[in-house]
């Protein structure tokens, strides 16, 4: 059996049934311990456009330039290629178990960011870190300051299985997603000059930090989410006959053994429930502990106010795009019978970037522009997001002497996978991305008694404009 092989096996028992039960159990816990924080999510979204601008609060990127950091990093190809893949191997009710997935993962988000936030610590020259390592090496101290073994390894497993997968999931997978759709849309543009593209974009804006990162994003996400959003509205409106008919199909299928299209989808229940809890999981990452990376950089009063912002970037990138997403393959699924005839010719190499490049070019005119911006767009924003992420970790493993290293690891990868190498590397980087979560859900289940006493004070007897009274430690530089 050769490496790549055993690392696909090894990929598929990690993001299986085990992790899914972790993660979304974890959701629906987490979602109990706060008082079902989702219903705070209309004055969340309030507050992300209007006070989440404000530059009130201790920190080095605006609240509003933390969501949009992570919502860059979220929002990607996932949110299209991977709804498409949810589908083809679990049938269109995966679609519902994967909105399913982002409902419950808002408490999730919640609690990672209040974490680390609460918990985060700034350099000598006065820049927030923060992140699962750091949650785990403050919240678990000891009376003496000492850190546990045990916390001490819980922070250095988070760190490096998010240095490896920030190198394969953030730069060499989204690279070689803009380079596969630009490619096959306009095939006299060699890889080797989308290679090139990408390098120079993704190192113009990462080397200049997180402050350039978030500028960047901020303006390039709304943007980005709206044209796709309202291109998916578009094809809504034209698939409107067959609307209800695709809802009920979802539905439907969600909680029957129903195959839809002829037999060419859909395996029975417990498959569109695990492809579409692993998929919607993927997509929001709520629990992997990734967006608090960048959220403990947020100017903040106290951690409810930034984790209540944080938590509406579950809300956009799986409840909203990664539905919208859903509704317009299965509607024109239904629509184009010659999608169908063509899964069930070729069921065993019939992708998910496949199956969306099909439903979206049976769209007069807007389809394939909409899903090349949007999936050109998506990927960019998760390479440039994903960077600031991997560069923390691995500032915390090795000090900042790593960070340009990091970089230039990073666009390199970037550059192989944009040319099509980098299948080892994908395998690798998703495994890292499950085992993250692991130390990532324990320490948030371990403190979601003390933030659940605190959400109480802060959110829930209206105390959110209190200001955080604890000094935020300063460490050492290596």
Known sequence: MDIYAILNQIDSFVWGPAMIVLLLGSHLFLTVRTGCIQRMLPMAIKMSFKGGKSEDGTGDISNFGALATALAATIGTGSIVGVATAILAGGPGAVFWMWITGIFGIATKYVEVYASVRYRVKDHAGNMLGGAMYVWERAFKREDGSVPGWAKLGAVAFAGFAVIATIGTGSAVQASAISGIVTSSYPFIPAWAVAVVIVVAVALVIFGGVRTISNVCEKLVPIMAVAYAGGCLIILALNWAVLGQTIGLILECAFTAKAAFGGAVGSGIMVALQFGCARGLFSNESGLGSAPIVAAAAKTKNPAEQAVIAMTG???????????????????????????????????????????????????????????????????????????????????????????????????????????VGDVVWLVSDIGNALMAIPNIIACLLLSGLIAKETKHYIYDGNLEEEFDEEIPVIESK
């Open 314 to 420: 579950t809300f956009w990138s799986t409840v909203v795009i990664c539905l919208l997403t859903g509704l317009v393959l299965v509607s024109t699924m239904i629509c184009n019978p010659d999608i169908q005839a063509e899964i069930l010719a070729n069921p065993s190499i019939f992708t998910g970037s496949a199956l969306a490049s099909a439903a979206f070019s049976q769209i007069p005119f807007i389809g394939t522009p909409i899903l090349v911006i949007g999936m050109v767009s998506f990927a960019y924003s998760t390479i440039i997001g994903w960077s600031y992420y991997g560069n923390r970790c691995a500032t915390y493993l090795f000090g900042k002497k790593a960070i340009t290293p990091y970089h230039v690891v990073y666009v390199a990868v970037a550059f192989l996978g944009a040319m099509g």
